[in-house]
């Protein structure tokens, strides 16, 4: 596979079209941030300079997709798109049983809604936000079973997102047989967005198999995951990208997936399984609350962009460019006196709001404080990963998500420099307290206010 041999990484595409970003004063900012209870979930988009808040759904579509557009079938049985999208879907993943839904958390509803029960237990490497939701929205139990490594911001192993797999067989034999499913989040996102290796994809599928417990995954980042395998693992460094995510699926019984990350779509996801009556179950779901399985919730359009984005993601040379950006962006984050997450992995450079604010408790929410600082200081939206995203969270992170083909270097370089003026006055920056909270899924729609005069105008 070719490498481009030069120190200076470009964009391996050319810039078609351009959206205007908007640029507020500080006090417009401050204003909005009032408004919006500090919660960076509330912001108006035009309220947003440089937006990192996540990279689902907020990519740019090749020409490729947008001529797709087009082409798409709006059939409502039978689309001649949705027998596209089924037949590169196939050829990606190996499963029989495609279903479109509108993105993932869809499909995540329909798996726990199906096959999950009452004090049912899900085993995973991390669930994230919104699969832990789904589990625990039907009275079932998500257990956590990362690597030790994983919980160590500085530590550089390669393949911190995996399972621990001593942990697994205790908890296998803990739970028995109330084991219904096994889970690998591709990559880590709750954790630091770090990959799985193909050796411990299959120690877990060996295990899950000798105990016969399905083992699914979560593929938002499929080809994310499978480029560090291709780059960190060996054994695999010449093997094609595309090759690698198929070895990957094929270990497993079944997927979620949000295409609007590595489908880089703006909207639409799958679920797909090898079982015939979990598909049974499945579709029946999907009727109910997605639409016709043959368009689940989306138009023949967005199915035609989806087939295509979900081969343009494993591109080797898009992989490379998207990989050594975020590596920069946590470089440079490091010499602006921030803390990060290593290694850097592939989507979002996430900082560690712990050890730059350790004035700060977890209870005031140390991670919110530094994403209401980044924006306050210089219109930057990201998203926390820490306790108030997940209650008890042993890291509090901050997550600058990196849209697919959206920024330039330039607007790297600006993000840097804001964070440089932050971490200047870290020390001043006051904790944050909850003043609305709902019931579920609280960092999305909770309401805060600061604990001190540091985000004054």
């Not at 196939?90 to 995540?108: C, D, K, N, S, T």
């Not at 049912?120 to 690597?147: C, I, K, M, W, Y």
């Not at 908890?171 to 028995?176: K, Q, R």
Request: aromatic fraction near 8%; hydrophobic fraction near 40%; proline fraction near 6%.
């Amino acid at each position: 596979m070719k490498d481009w041999g030069f120190r200076t990484i470009i964009e391996p595409f050319r810039i078609k079209a351009v959206d205007p970003i908007p640029i507020l004063s500080r006090h417009e900012r401050l204003q909005a941030l009032q408004r919006a209870g500090y919660n960076l979930f509330a912001l108006k988009a035009d309220e947003v300079t440089i937006d990192l808040l996540t990279d689902s759904g907020t990519g740019a579509m090749s020409a490729r997709q947008w001529g797709a557009l087009m082409t798409g079938d709006e059939s409502y049985a039978g689309s001649r798109s949705f027998e596209h999208l089924r037949s590169v879907a196939q050829g990606l993943l190996g499963y029989p049983h495609i279903f479109p839904v509108h993105q993932g958390r869809a499909a995540e509803r329909i798996l726990a809604s199906t096959v999950l029960y009452p004090g049912s237990v899900v085993l995973n490497n991390t669930h994230f936000d919104t699969t832990r939701a789904n589990v625990e929205q039907v009275g079932a139990v998500g257990v956590d079973l990362p690597v030790p490594s994983a919980a160590d911001p500085e530590d550089r192993s390669p393949f911190k997102g995996d399972m621990d797999v001593d942990a697994l067989d205790s908890a296998l034999a803990e739970y028995g047989d109330r084991v219904v499913l096994v889970m690998l989040t591709l990559t880590n996102n709750a954790m630091g967005g770090h990959p799985v290796s193909m050796a411990n994809i299959e120690a877990v599928s060996a295990r899950c198999a000798e105990a016969n417990v399905p083992f699914f995954f979560d593929a938002a980042r499929y080809a994310e995951n499978a480029w560090f395998i291709h780059t960190r693992e060996e054994g695999f460094e010449n093997w094609e990208i595309r090759d690698i995510a198929q070895k990957v699926f094929s270990l497993g019984d079944g997927c979620t997936l949000s295409a609007k990350k590595d489908g880089i779509v703006h909207i639409g996801g799958l679920l797909a399984t090898r079982f015939d009556d979990w598909a049974d179950k499945f579709r029946n779901s999907l009727i109910l609350g997605e639409g016709f399985p043959t368009y689940g919730g989306l138009a023949g359009r967005d199915l035609e962009a989806m087939a295509i984005g979900l081969l343009e993601s494993l591109d080797a040379d898009y992989l490379r460019y998207r990989a050594r950006s975020v590596a920069y962006f946590a470089n440079g984050m490091e010499e602006a006196g921030i803390p990060v997450v290593h290694p850097p992995g592939g989507h979002a450079v996430y900082l560690d709001a712990g050890r730059l604010l350790p004035h700060i408790p977890p209870e005031q929410f140390p991670g919110q404080a530094l994403a209401v600082a980044l924006y306050l200081e210089g219109g930057v939206r990201s998203v926390e990963v820490g306790s108030l995203m997940f209650p008890g969270s042993r890291l509090e992170l901050v997550r600058l998500a990196l849209p697919r083909r959206t920024y330039t270097q330039a607007h790297v370089d600006y993000v840097i420099e804001v964070a440089e003026r932050v971490s200047e006055r870290a020390q001043e920056l006051p904790g944050l307290r909850i003043v609305h909270e709902p019931p579920f899924l609280r960092h999305f729609s909770a309401r805060l206010e600061p604990q001190g005069p540091g985000f004054g105008a």
